[in-house]
């Protein structure tokens, strides 16, 4: 009989930070290990340089590191993590001077309802074409759209976060989040049409 050794559970987050906290600077470096993946991850959807991506994510890490004494757990770590990363990259493409945020209207406010046709996932512009033309158009599509929708799209869509992560990260309700993804669903449509009418065929 084959004896099963049981592996010790991962360390939580919220101890993690604790020991952080208390001067223990390996543990975060596990919270790094843990967590850049997915940062880098979320990060390039902002850029496609690599040399950024990296610049980003560290400086990600250095905010969330002198910054951890704020963090008040009524969201997860990972939440909190991800609303440093996303700011981050904001700030950083507008110091570059590529400032993201084309329009900053509230579309429950001010948007126009998105067609009835609007797919529920994005879907590759043509399943033939490789994976970088994929990643290439859907970046450019994505820097084409505002922020306001562009965010909600890549945490859902790209990084699957649940709809209550997602509120809790950008500090809005569910149906707010709701109403965005419906709007930027078609966002994402009106643009691939526009920029290639030749994929766009394959959301109808």
């Given amino acids: 009989m084959t004896t099963r050794i049981m592996q010790p ?22 919270l790094v290990e843990r967590y850049q993946g997915r940062i ?4 390039r959807h902002y850029t496609q340089s690599a040399v950024e991506m990296e610049d980003i994510v560290q400086d990600t ?22 609303r440093i990363a996303i700011n981050t990259a904001l700030d950083f493409l507008k110091r ?20 009835a046709g609007a ?6 512009p043509d399943s ?13 599509v994505l820097d084409e759209l505002p922020e306001i929708f562009r965010s909600v799209l890549i945490l859902r869509e790209f990084e699957e976060m649940a709809y209550q992560d997602i509120a809790d990260l950008l500090g809005i309700s569910i149906g707010t ?24 065929v394959e959301l109808g």
């Fill in 96 to 115: 570059a001077g590529r400032n993201p945020v084309r329009a900053v209207e509230d579309p429950e406010v001010v948007g126009t309802p998105g067609r």
């Fill in 9 to 30: 559970a991962p360390t939580e987050d919220t101890a993690l930070v604790a020991e952080t906290l208390g001067g223990n600077q390996l543990s975060f470096q596990l």
């Fill in 128 to 140: 033939n074409l490789e994976r970088e033309e994929i990643a290439r158009i859907t970046h450019e």
């Fill in 119 to 124: 797919p529920r996932s994005i879907a590759a």
């Fill in 177 to 200: 989040v709701e109403s965005r993804l419906f709007r930027a669903r078609a966002r994402f449509r009106d643009v691939l049409a526009r920029l290639h009418p030749e994929y766009a």
């Fill in 40 to 43: 880098f991850g979320v990060v």
């Fill in 61 to 82: 890490f250095i905010k969330a590191y002198r910054k951890l004494h704020t963090f008040q757990h009524q969201s997860s770590f990972s939440t909190w993590l991800y």
